[in-house]
T-cell receptor, first 115, second 111 residues
Framework: DTEVTQTPKHLVMGMTNKKSLKCEQH?????MYWYKQKAKKPPELMFV???????INESVPSRFSPECPNSSLLNLHLHALQPEDSALYLC??????????????FGDGTRLSIL | GQQVMQIPQYQHVQEGEDFTTYCNSS?????IQWYKQRPGGHPVFLIQ?????EVKKQKRLTFQFGEAKKNSSLHITATQTTDVGTYFC???????????FGGGTRLMVKP
């Protein structure tokens, strides 16, 4: 069982829809991440939140909007996505500010399909 | 920017054979981490190496960090079908920087 919970597990949406992906962890971690993973590729970092503040935004299009309401929750708001945005979206968390030096715990992911 | 390369991309082995995947970084790393992702699953943290020349073992898995802290390897002895999955290395050049993932090595084991 994963300690990082993501919902929904699967999502199919049209290009004009607005939806949100949710992630929750109760390990007391203060860094949370969104990754995008295409088939047979490594996870690709999108955003990093540290102590509820956006620390890294890897030049992600504005149709993806992250939000960190508190230290346990991370959302990814989706609007006007493109078919090429279809992928597995992974949330991860780690202990604190030293992003590169700490193991990351991943959720099961949300498999997103854009019609 | 930092690049992490991993070889091979794919490896088919007969059950019981050994397997090795190699990871090379364009820059010196502060640490290297290894993750395993089963088909249809999510990456799971396996181990972290920090010291130059470090070797760590987990049952049939042996992890090494190079002396120059720019390369690493994962060796599996006597593979089993449960070892199937993609193995990713991930490194960072300093603590405040993000992890950069290698391209992964997909291991397939024939029973």
């Amino acid at each position: 069982d994963t300690e990082v919970t993501q919902t929904p597990k699967h999502l199919v949406m049209g290009m004009t829809n607005k939806k949100s992906l949710k992630c929750e962890q109760h390990m007391g971690h203060r860094a949370m991440y969104w990754y995008k993973q295409k088939a047979k590729k490594p996870p690709e970092l999108m955003f990093v939140y540290s102590y509820e503040k956006l620390s890294i935004n890897e030049s992600v299009p504005s149709r993806f909007s992250p939000e960190c309401p508190n230290s346990s929750l991370l959302n990814l708001h989706l609007h006007a996505l493109q078919p090429e945005d279809s992928a597995l979206y992974l949330c991860a968390s780690s202990q604190g500010r030293e992003f590169g030096n700490q193991p990351q715990h991943f959720g099961d992911g949300t498999r997103l399909s854009i019609l | 920017g930092q690049q992490v390369m991993q070889i091979p991309q794919y490896q088919h082995v007969q059950e019981g054979e050994d397997f090795t995947t190699y990871c090379n970084s364009s820059t010196t790393l502060s640490n290297i981490q290894w993750y395993k992702q089963r088909p249809g699953g999510h990456p799971v943290f396996l181990i972290q190496l920090v010291k130059s020349g470090e070797v760590k073992k987990q049952k049939r898995l042996t992890f090494q960090f190079g002396e120059a802290k720019k390369n690493s390897s994962l060796h599996i002895t006597a593979t089993q079908t449960t070892d199937v999955g993609t193995y990713f290395c991930a490194g960072s050049s300093w603590a405040g920087n993000m992890l950069t993932f290698g391209g992964g090595t997909r291991l397939m084991v024939k029973p």
